[in-house]
């Protein structure tokens, strides 16, 4: 399984991006799917975090500005990014938790990692 994230890239403050996240391979079912940021510098954190269909959370510092969505048919996740603030500037990370087969527990899988650059 491999996921692969886009959509990374430089917005000046107040702007929007979208990340999107693919996963490829096997997969029987998904878990949960988010997304996580790494400052430089700093531990890496939870940006927003979907489990099962429809039941997500937020960071704190994200909520009412991030939002999370997910497909699991075409086992995709995105994240609407908007108003965006220089605090904002990290590596983006989405990952799921996901099981490859029926008879298989459940493993995290991660994305490589998008920069995401908020500047004037």
């Known amino acids: 399984v491999q996921l692969q994230a886009s959509g990374g890239g430089l917005v000046q403050p107040g702007g929007s991006l979208t990340l999107s996240c693919a996963a490829s391979?096997?997969?029987?079912?998904?878990?949960?799917m988010g997304w996580y940021r790494q400052a430089p510098g700093k531990q890496r954190e939870l940006v927003a975090e979907i489990l099962g269909v429809t039941l997500t959370h937020y960071a704190d510092s994200v909520r009412g500005r991030f939002t999370a969505s997910g497909d699991h048919a075409k086992n995709t996740v995105h994240l609407q990014m908007n108003s965006l603030k220089a605090e904002d500037t990290a590596v983006y990370y989405c990952?799921?938790?996901?099981?490859?087969?029926?008879?298989?527990?459940?493993?995290?899988?991660w994305g490589q990692g998008t920069q995401v650059t908020v500047s004037s």
């Open positions: 990952k799921m938790r996901l099981l490859r087969d029926y008879r298989s527990g459940p493993s995290d899988y």
């Open positions: 391979g096997s997969i029987f079912s998904i878990n949960s």
